[in-house]
């Protein structure tokens, strides 16, 4: 390509220079043409006039479509599962103040909420990953309500991990 170029006074190291014919210095990779002012650019001039073919159609990214598919099944799954909580037992994060003592008891927190932002985040790289945080969930449950006055939580947990395993974890995988 062709660029028309002013003629200008280059300074280097204090002193003005100019070409041997008058004009403008040659930046390096750039080729200095008979006519006055135009240069013509290395970089620009190098374009291959062999013939172009036809490149054979892109393969569809394995990979990409798969985290789709998971992506999709686990927001239907915690769609599903929500609907099967109708108390919210499980949709937020379980805090101390709430239950007391319970970061000393249990070591992984997790909740519908922590699991919806692992899939924003694309933590879940297949569906077993996100089965194992579900369960974690109902298991954390069981194992922080303890006697009698949590029976009903245990009863809960143990009812809606059934529901997960039974019905919504199946139609995902």
């Not at 001039?45 to 172009?52: E, I, N």
């Not at 998971?70 to 709430?98: G, H, R, W, Y």
């Not at 003592?101 to 569906?127: A, F, H, Q």
Request: glycine residues 6%; charged residues 35%.
């Amino acid at each position: 390509i062709f660029q028309p170029r002013k003629k200008e006074k280059v300074e280097s190291k204090g002193e003005k220079k100019e070409d041997a014919r008058g004009g403008e210095d040659v930046k390096k990779g750039e080729k200095k043409l008979g006519i006055v002012g135009i240069t013509l650019s290395s970089s620009s001039s190098k374009k291959s006039t062999a013939p172009t073919t036809t490149s054979k159609p892109k393969k569809r990214d394995d990979s990409e479509f798969n985290y789709r598919v998971i992506k999709k099944a686990i927001a239907e799954s915690l769609s599903a599962m929500k609907q099967s909580d109708p108390q919210n037992l499980f949709l937020n994060p379980v805090t101390d103040a709430i239950a007391p003592g319970y970061s000393s008891v249990i070591d992984k927190p997790m909740c519908m909420r922590t699991i919806e932002e692992k899939m924003r985040r694309s933590d879940y790289k297949t569906l077993s990953e996100f089965s194992k945080d579900v369960l974690l969930m109902f298991s954390n449950c069981i194992k922080y309500n303890i006697g009698p006055e949590g029976q009903w939580f245990r009863d809960e947990a143990r009812r809606q991990q059934k529901v997960f395993q039974d019905h919504i974890s199946n139609k995902a995988e």
